[in-house]
């Protein structure tokens, strides 16, 4: 059987563009190269130039790859008759058809539609979320407001758009009782977020977040533990076990997720049997509400009286060894060639 051609994207115009190296090659490492052939997609961290990569997968885990002995530009095409991208060779331009396109970024320009899009107008089948279910998982509000329409329990929470004015934000904070977690809208690995405890740092923590996006969103502290769902499928679902963040203090933020100094993990998480189900089941609900394809990620929060809180949705979770998606279908008893055969066999 002809193998088909499967482009990994990596990189990008991101905050978290060295994360995305990290997933990239853990997907790209357990894809199995019998059935597929990978072409590498890397978008270059400043200029958001595309280049078809051709070394080593191990340099892109170090971020070496962007060598020009190794690199060549590719452009996506409008015409939807290509499927595939536009290759610039030796003055040349020539076609490098690909069957479909699994996007490995992280954050904004990857994560939030826009390369989905672009895949779209190229006629290149996306494995995972589309456009829509991207571009309302990466707005923080906008998700919420579609959870909540659903009949899910969301944190109560208001947005800020500049020019605003300091008293009202003030003011809004001490209806929602400090702590407040102060977020940008559209971000990820939670850049840009404060956990304010008191008036004083309310306002540094509004510009802080202002630095990664126009609004940015002021919400309740849920108490209770954060549990989290692994989801791949479109028509039907497979669903990894919940997992559980247990905080010594603070919140789960970037250091966190990626270094656990003071947080361990668990999965399974320490619940009954009928509060992961009814877990599970609110994370179906959620998937399904945000219309998300593929795969996700989806965070909750889980109260001591075990009500079930959104917390937000990962359209493109990560992908390494120590990461909680893979490691939730991973305790379910799929290995982690497996759950790439099957976002792969998704999107075929």
Not at 126 to 132: F, P, S
Not at 186 to 215: N, R, W, Y
Not at 327 to 344: H, P, Q, R
């Amino acid at each position: 059987m002809k193998k088909k051609k499967v482009a990994i994207l990596f990189g990008g115009c991101s905050t978290e563009y060295k994360v995305s190296l990290q997933s990239a090659y853990g997907v790209i490492t357990h894809v199995n190269k019998e059935k597929y052939e990978v072409v590498m997609i890397g978008l270059e961290a400043v200029s958001g130039q595309w280049f078809w990569y051709q070394g080593d997968p191990d340099r892109i885990a170090q971020d070496a790859w962007y060598h020009e002995s190794l690199c060549v530009p590719v452009y996506v095409p409008t015409d939807q008759k290509t499927h595939g991208f536009l290759v610039m060779e030796d003055g040349r331009m020539h076609t490098l058809h690909v069957d479909m396109a699994l996007p490995i970024l992280h954050g904004k320009n990857g994560e939030d539609g826009t390369v989905q899009g672009a895949l779209s107008l190229a006629g290149i089948p996306v494995a995972g979320c589309g456009v829509l279910s991207s571009a309302l998982c990466m707005d923080k509000e906008m998700a919420h407001r579609v959870a909540a329409e659903q009949g899910i329990l969301v944190p109560k929470s208001c947005s800020i758009k500049k020019p605003y004015e300091a008293l009202q934000v003030w003011k809004d904070a001490q209806e929602l009782k400090y702590p407040v977690f102060v977020k940008p809208v559209c971000s990820g690995s939670s850049f840009g977020i404060t956990m304010v405890q008191k008036e004083e740092d309310l306002i540094p923590a509004v510009e802080k977040a202002f630095a990664h996006d126009t609004t940015v969103i002021m919400e309740e502290r849920i108490e209770g533990r954060e549990v989290g769902c692994a989801v791949i499928g479109t028509s039907e679902l497979t669903v990894g076990k919940v997992d559980e963040i247990e905080l010594s203090e603070g919140f789960f933020d970037y250091t966190e997720k990626y270094t656990l100094k003071t947080s361990k993990i668990h999965v399974p998480a320490r619940v009954s049997q009928s509060t992961a189900c009814q877990i599970k089941r609110t994370a179906r609900q959620i998937y399904r509400a945000l219309g998300c394809s593929g795969f996700a990620r989806v965070d909750m929060f889980l109260t001591e009286d075990e009500k079930i809180y959104f917390n937000e949705v990962n359209t493109i979770p990560g992908f390494t060894s120590h990461s909680r998606f893979p490691n939730m279908l991973k305790a379910a008893g799929y290995s982690f060639e497996d759950i790439v055969e099957k976002i792969l066999g998704e999107a075929l």
